[in-house]
């Protein structure tokens, strides 16, 4: 599994990337998100990636951000959504503003991504309605009537950092939230969060 990229940016076209590693060229699928934060050409670039497989390819994908390839994954988890839709997602809405159309069902925001119709809308309501606050956390407060959380982006990277740690997505969010919870109106560090949901999830 290749998660992350560091090399140096030779090609740079709004369907892919090409990333030099030590020598090797790496061809990259971007969303537009993260087409717009990419240096200029000849510059390092450090992004986190996804490899999918199928019979007949291996694609890389890569985000500027560890919650956008958090949101790419938790995407692909959704019956009848492929990498190619996922990518469109995140080219159109970010990370926060998806989450917040799926939480509130928001079928109209949905349906102005390409390759998103009325029923695919209604699919990812369904499947990702409950599965979204980690990703932002500010989501849920707002749900919950708590208001937006000042330590979101914190909360969104420790959820991502314990995950790569090997912790089921679900267990880190529910931990990380209750951490947040706990921790308000104080805005946690995300070492801090990380830290202590260790704790916690280990107990």
């Known amino acids: ?82 990498p190619r839709t996922a990518l469109n997602v995140l080219s159109s809405l970010p990370v926060a503003a998806f989450c917040t159309a799926v939480s509130q069902g928001d079928l109209k925001a949905l349906t102005r991504i390409s390759g998103i119709g009325k029923r695919s809308a209604e699919r990812l309501i369904v499947e990702l309605r409950d599965r979204v606050a980690g990703l932002a956390p500010e989501v849920a407060a707002e749900r919950s009537g708590g208001g937006p959380a000042g330590s979101s982006r914190a909360a969104t990277d420790a959820v991502a950092a314990l995950e790569t740690l090997g912790f089921k997505g679900d267990a880190a969010r529910k931990a990380v939230q209750k951490l947040c919870e706990a921790a308000a109106p104080e805005s946690p560090s995300t070492e801090n969060l990380i830290r202590k949901a260790l704790a916690l999830l280990n107990s």
């Open 1 to 82: 599994m290749i998660s992350r990229l560091s090399g140096t940016l030779v090609e740079c076209e709004v369907s892919g990337i090409v990333l030099d590693v030590g020598g090797v060229g790496y061809a990259v699928a971007v969303p537009m998100s993260t087409f717009d934060h990419l240096p200029r050409i000849g510059e390092t670039a450090v992004l986190h990636t996804v490899l999918v497989v199928r019979e007949d390819s291996l694609t890389l994908y890569g985000f500027a951000s560890l919650p956008e390839r958090a949101l790419f994954l938790l995407l692909l988890s959704v019956n009848g959504v492929g």
